[in-house]
């Protein structure tokens, strides 16, 4: 019979069973003997005690390990970092072309009183910073920085070395950066202010004004490294043969990408004196030295429109166009004011008008070709016959009662505005303002839009008093607005054989301007020559096909002969070029009534209540679109 015994039925058997092995051979070796029973039992205890403290130390041993790893992997980490952040400074330092700015060497006497050679280099850093500031042009320009300043210390064990010690070592070895130092020596009653840089000789200044010394270094610093911002600034502050000057002298020197900007402030400083002939070709070589140079383009278009060449505008803004695809498959990206010439002369108003929203949103609401364009905008607004728009961004244009541009060209949009309500007599007063501001001030009357005195002698005539009319035609130079208004005047005064002459004579003036073609249209309209008026406005629209007026003209000459399904397609058409013009809808809706549409016909005469509208058409609708 077997003696098998299951261990949970003996007391003895179950603590074996949970005993481990020593304390087991312990056990049984006492067994057979009960007085050695005690000092067995302290055995086992002290075993256990061991074996506890073995899993313990087995325990600190793993953290140990896992300690050691990630104590390695952040190493690694680091080193990884490191070399990300080297590899960051060295394209940082390949792709720079900062101007640095180091401290200056001064006498002791100058720190003494808080002028330490940090202070005088943080001055000259000022002026420079100033002048980038003043500089009124969208071409790239450098960073002007300090050589101490927004620096993050970070040493590398055991090299003894920083980051910035390496950037500065990086940058010197790779970037483009113009450094600059200097000195100030106090020669008794004079201070000597000497600059020196890594690209150009160093210049000495004497004087005993720290200040004024500060200021010629730093013009002298900055027309030496970019000396196309700086001829910017000159010409901007008004130092005119200054910027010529530098412009000749840097030319040679200058950057494939620099040229054509020297070329163009050149011009424009040219003109800024009123040579326009010379500043135009210094304009058209810098177009030829790079044809895709739009601000070139502009500027060509600018002198052309100040000699009164208007065909030559539009036909530089046309080779423009085609060289920029606008309107095509993938266009240049052209700043929007390079266009405002071209859209003005096409009279294409709602381009004219993006034109100048998309530049003023780019520039903080004042415009970059302009000191001022919100008065400019309100003119296309205004030649829109959007007269509450226009009127509204006058009250809204910052400066308008202090600035003698914004005065000015306020009053010729409300002198336009009056001319468009039949208000003959306020368009004269408003306009004389106009007159009378650039008379007296050159650069209110480079900048204002159309000529004036040839719009002051078109509101003289009709508020009845011509006598200085053919005066101001002859002040107010060769434009197509001159010869149209001519004619108009003499139309008023009964001189049909001469108005027709001066039509004609602004045909040939400008072919590709459609306001000559619209001015003939209305007066052969005022004879009751239909077909010859047509033929004109539909000339205008062929050279303007953006703009309203001639379509409008047209179907109201549709309208008269009964051809008032043709009306009602000119007035619908005009309608996306003039949306808000009162007179268009109230035409639109009599040829709707007259074709029996006369739900339609309602909702124009509606929409046209809505709209401004001469008082008297007002009046004339109130009646019927009461309900």
């Not at 920083?162 to 008794?188: C, K, P």
């Not at 001022?372 to 400066?399: R, S, V």
Request: charged letters at 25%.
């Amino acid at each position: 019979m077997s003696d098998e015994r299951d261990p949970s039925d003996d007391p003895m058997g179950a603590e074996a069973a949970t005993t481990d092995p020593p304390a087991l051979a312990i056990a049984e070796a006492t067994a057979a003997d009960p007085n050695n029973r005690q000092r067995a039992g302290v055995l086992i205890e002290e075993q256990i005690k061991l074996a506890a403290m073995q899993r313990q130390h087995l325990h600190i041993q793993h953290i140990r390990d896992r300690f050691l790893v990630a104590f390695d992997l952040a190493l690694a980490f680091g080193g990884l970092v490191i070399v990300i952040i080297v590899v960051a400074l060295i394209w940082d330092a390949w792709r720079s072309r900062s101007v640095i700015v180091d401290a200056f060497d001064v006498p002791a006497s100058f720190a003494a009183h808080g002028l330490s050679g940090k202070v005088v280099a943080s001055q000259l850093l000022d002026h420079l910073r100033q002048f980038q500031d003043a500089t009124r042009t969208n071409q790239e320009k450098r960073a002007v920085e300090d050589n101490w300043s927004n620096r993050i210390e970070l040493r590398i064990p055991d090299a003894g070395i920083s980051l910035v010690e390496i950037e500065s070592l990086l940058h010197r070895w790779l970037s483009r950066d113009e450094h600059i130092s200097g000195s100030v020596v106090d020669a008794g009653p004079k201070l000597v202010f000497s600059v020196r840089g890594d690209r150009f000789p160093a210049r000495t200044f004497t004087g005993t004004d720290l200040d004024a010394l500060t200021v010629k270094a730093a013009e002298y610093l900055y027309g030496s490294s970019e000396p196309y911002l700086f001829s910017v600034y000159l010409s901007d502050q008004g130092r005119d043969p200054e910027a010529i000057a530098l412009a000749k002298s840097a030319f040679a020197k200058a950057s494939a990408t620099d040229k054509p900007l020297l070329l163009n402030v050149w011009a424009n400083s040219l003109a800024n004196l009123g040579h326009y002939r010379e500043g135009l070709e210094r304009a058209q070589d810098a177009v030829k030295l790079k044809p895709n140079f739009w601000l070139g383009y502009d500027t060509v278009m600018g002198m052309q429109l100040s000699l009164g060449e208007e065909e030559a505008v539009v036909q530089t803004g046309r080779g423009m166009e085609r060289r920029a695809r606008r309107g095509g498959w993938l266009p240049a990206r052209v700043p929007s004011a390079y266009w405002e010439n071209l859209d003005y002369l096409l009279c294409d108003w709602t381009a004219f008008h993006r034109d100048i929203q998309e530049d003023m949103a780019q520039s903080g609401g004042q415009g970059s070709e302009v000191a001022a364009d919100p008065p400019i905008d309100a003119w296309a607004l205004a030649q829109m016959h959007d007269w509450h728009g226009a009127e509204f961004e006058l009250e809204t244009t910052p400066a308008a009662d202090q600035d003698k541009f914004v005065t000015a060209q306020s009053a010729l949009v409300r002198a336009s505005i009056a001319l468009d309500r039949g208000d003959d007599s306020a368009a004269a007063v408003f306009m004389h303002k106009v007159d009378d501001l650039a008379s007296k001030d050159s650069a209110v009357a480079s900048e204002i839009v159309p000529p004036v005195a040839c719009w002051l002698a078109l509101a003289e005539t009709k508020a009845g008093n011509d006598h200085n009319a053919d005066a101001d035609i002859r002040r107010g130079g060769h434009f197509v607005d001159c010869y149209r208004f001519k004619g108009d005047i003499a139309d008023k005064r009964g001189d049909w054989d001469g108005a027709q002459k001066a039509y004609a004579a602004a045909v040939a003036l400008a072919p590709s301007v459609p306001a000559a073609y619209e001015s003939w249209g209305e007066a052969l309209a005022r004879h009751g020559q239909s077909g010859a008026a047509i033929a004109r406005f539909s000339q205008a629209h062929d050279k303007g096909p953006h703009w309203a007026d001639p379509l409008v003209r047209w179907g109201e000459l549709l309208g008269a002969g009964r051809d008032y399904d043709g009306a009602t397609k000119k007035f619908e058409a005009a309608a996306a070029y003039a949306p808000k013009w009162g007179h268009l809808y109230v035409d639109w809706g009599r040829a709707l009534d007259r074709l029996h549409r006369h739900a339609e016909a309602l909702d124009k005469f509606r929409r046209a209540l809505t709209l401004d509208l001469a008082p008297a058409e007002r009046a004339s609708l109130a009646a019927c679109c009461r309900n």
